[in-house]
């Protein structure tokens, strides 16, 4: 019989639920400063949970780091830290 690797299953299921958006972190720009005192983080989207509706998977963000989670060297959020996609336009 063969020994599940848990390791392994716990890396497949890093699927958002709810209104929770995973986001990796940038490394390069990890913190951007709008105002002399506030600091928001950047990143990219690696998974949406099924009540999301303003960002997808791939989506470069903003986000406030206040409230947030980091599994695995992810950030797990709700949708409403999120403040805007960046685009290269």
């Known amino acids: 019989m063969e020994i599940p690797n848990f390791r392994e299953d716990l890396d497949k299921m890093k699927q958002a639920i709810m209104d929770r958006v995973f986001i990796t972190p940038d490394v390069k720009k990890q913190k951007i400063i709008i105002e002399e005192k506030e600091k928001y983080k950047t ?3 690696q998974s949406v949970g099924e009540e999301v509706t303003s960002v997808k998977v ?3 963000v903003i986000f406030e780091p206040w409230e947030v989670e980091t599994i695995d060297g992810l950030v797990a959020i709700r949708e409403k830290w999120i403040l805007g996609v960046i ?3």
């Open 43 to 45: 990143g990219i989207v």
């Open 87 to 89: 685009t290269d336009e």
């Open 58 to 60: 791939g989506d470069h």
